[in-house]
């Protein structure tokens, strides 16, 4: 069995350079904006979550050790891209949240890369305005 930090190296790296650039042009993928804690700059990233009513729920396959994460925890205003369209919000960690059972609640195939490839499943939920 492949050890956990091996794992998130490799997928990272796998995302950085060849999944997240080529998701980032398609018009209908579904983006979270952040600010780079450090930078400062705008960072987009591919995700795969789900409307529910005001608020858009997805886990991150990496919690903490995820850079948006990261970005999240130093400034929780976020946007998400749906369908095109950009919506503005507060992003929420819930580490107390089943991230495995709120997974069953969200699309199946990005659910399905998420629990395959994560090693510490985290719940957001973003609070759309």
């Known amino acids: 069995m492949v050890n956990a930090d091996l794992q998130h190296r490799w997928v990272t790296a796998f995302q950085r350079h060849i999944a997240n650039p080529v998701l980032r042009r398609l018009p209908t993928q579904t983006l979270l904006e952040t600010t780079g804690r450090v930078s400062g700059q705008v960072r ?11 608020s858009f729920w997805f886990v991150s396959e990496f919690g903490e050790r995820s850079q948006y994460i990261r970005n999240i925890q ?13 919506y503005t919000g507060t992003a929420h960690l ?36």
Request: a positive charge.
């Open 74 to 86: 130093a400034d929780d205003r976020v946007r998400v891209r749906l369908r095109g369209r950009w």
């Open 44 to 54: 987009r990233t591919p995700i795969g979550g789900a409307r529910r009513g005001d």
């Open 94 to 129: 819930l580490p107390e949240d089943d991230a495995k059972a709120r997974m069953r609640d969200l699309p199946r195939y990005n659910s399905a890369v998420v629990g395959a490839f994560g090693t510490d499943l985290l719940t957001v939920r973003v609070d759309l305005d």
